[in-house]
């Protein structure tokens, strides 16, 4: 049982990356349960996805993701993002 729910986890992980990307900066933040820091990433400047691929922790401080949880998981977020980018463009 134990290996059925882990490949459905996995499978919905990476449903949710290839979808990420025809998303906008606000979806992508709703779907990893940030949401409430959509204002402040506009007021920031990372209004696409792309902008967000590039962002990083010290540009999360800025922009006002204090919480150091919330950090890691954006951060943990926007690099499997980059991956997502990368292989699409290769």
Known sequence: MGLVSNLLVEHASVEAAHTTLSQSVGEWLDSIKMGRYT???MEGGFSSLETVAQMTSEDLR???VNLAGHQKKIITNIQEMR????NKNT
Do not use: A, D, S, T
Not at 83 to 86: A, E, F, M, S, T
């Open 62 to 64: 800025q922009v006002g």
């Open 83 to 86: 991956v997502h980018l990368i």
């Open 39 to 41: 204002e402040l990433f």
